[in-house]
Nanobody, 111 residues
């Protein structure tokens, strides 16, 4: 049974940092591309970043240079390091593998 569990969300001031984690189980983790998406109130879910099994990374223009995606295959975990956070980064962040989604973790950027 595929399971994806996000953690690490919270409240942070503009300019601050957060690190999200996505712990995976139930599939051959190291073979899969893992994606981060986010959804803000009233908006559609949008793609943020992805990392392939081989470690290739891609980012949305809105986060490139501020966010870093990485993975630890020994821990079956993908991370999203978010720096220089802006109010518009406030959203529920989800990880995805194939057609499977986690439950999401809320990040709020506010002073």
């Amino acid at each position: 049974q595929v399971q994806l569990v996000e953690s690490g969300g919270g409240l942070v001031q503009p300019g601050g940092s957060l690190r999200l984690s996505c712990a995976a189980s139930g599939f051959s983790f190291r073979s899969y591309t893992i994606y981060w998406y986010r959804q803000s109130p009233g908006k559609e879910r949008e793609w943020v970043a992805q990392i392939s099994g081989g470690g290739s990374t891609y980012y949305a223009d809105s986060v490139r240079g501020r966010f870093t995606i990485s993975r630890d295959n020994a821990k079956n975990t993908v991370y999203l390091q978010m720096n220089s956070l802006k109010r518009e980064d406030t959203a529920v962040y989800y990880c995805k593998a194939s057609e499977n989604w986690g439950q999401g973790t809320q990040d709020t950027v506010s002073s």
